[in-house]
């Protein structure tokens, strides 16, 4: 990518290439997440560490809501000393079973966390709440405006070419939430633990993704009950199945004012 203004884009590095050029490329380091003593390792682009762990809390169903989360302490890391960032999180009552056994199965945040070894999408979807029937009602125009409302938040993807972002709105195109990583999972949890940081009503919101809707993001939005997932690419089947299990909107290749819909179309308007 061609170099930025000389003003510091956020989340971005500048390096000298082979030509003698130089560049900007995107951060990315690690943050260790350390839950009621579960450590958790993932790679993200450094900023916004409070939204990323709040958002992945939620969307793994370990807590239920924002105000489930009694303390956030962070922990510089030390080059040198080759220690990373990290964020300790306290939990007002310890997690229960299922959310214990979630934390258990990995110590990595990775997109196989909590689904190792099941197929059956209900069997994914245990425990989370279901979403409201029919609700919300679409502008099926309202896609191509958010989509375009999702690329405009994107200075770190102008910059580098080398970072997703997800953003979250209502019905009627406020934005809930927004934010770009390297990491696909880490975009949509800031976008969640933004959203949910200032008490947005999510099961009424749309999520809009800037790649493929995988399986693994479809889980997050469905368990904060989000009932609209739109992508700029295609699903999985996964995806595609874990949506109709859950009465779910699942909209693909949204691009400019054309796109395809999967399943749940009952909720987009003419």
Do not use: W
């Amino acid at each position: 990518m061609a170099p930025g203004a000389d003003e510091p884009v956020v989340g971005a590095a500048r390096r000298t290439l082979a030509s003698g050029r130089d560049d900007l490329l995107v951060r990315e380091e690690p943050l260790l997440l350390v839950v009621h003593g579960q450590q958790l390792l993932t790679m993200r682009t450094p900023g916004r560490d409070e939204e990323l762990a709040l958002g992945f809390l939620l969307g793994e169903g370990i807590v239920a809501a924002a105000a489930d989360v009694a303390a956030l302490r962070a922990v510089p890391g030390n080059a040198e000393a080759q220690r990373a960032d990290e964020l300790h999180v306290t939990l007002r009552t310890p997690p229960d079973a299922l959310g214990r056994s979630r934390l258990a199965r990995t110590h990595e945040i990775r997109s196989s966390c909590g689904v190792c070894g099941l197929a059956d999408p209900h069997a994914i979807l245990a425990g989370t709440p279901p979403l409201l029937p029919g609700v919300p009602k679409v502008r099926a125009a309202l896609i191509g405006e958010l989509v375009a409302v999702l690329r405009a938040r994107q200075p770190l993807f102008a910059a580098t070419g080398g970072c997703h972002g997800a953003l979250l709105a209502t019905a009627e195109g406020a934005v809930l939430g927004a934010a770009e990583d390297v990491g696909r999972h880490n975009a949509l949890d800031k976008a969640i633990g933004q959203a949910a940081r200032a008490g947005a009503d999510l099961p009424h919101a749309i999520a809009v993704l800037s790649g493929r809707a995988g399986f693994d993001l479809v889980v997050k939005c469905l368990r904060v009950r989000i009932p609209v997932v739109v992508s700029v690419s295609a699903p999985s089947a996964l995806a595609f199945d874990l949506c109709a299990a859950a009465g779910a909107t699942l909209v693909g290749f949204a691009r400019g004012d054309r796109h395809a819909v999967y399943c749940g179309g009952e909720r987009l308007l003419p």
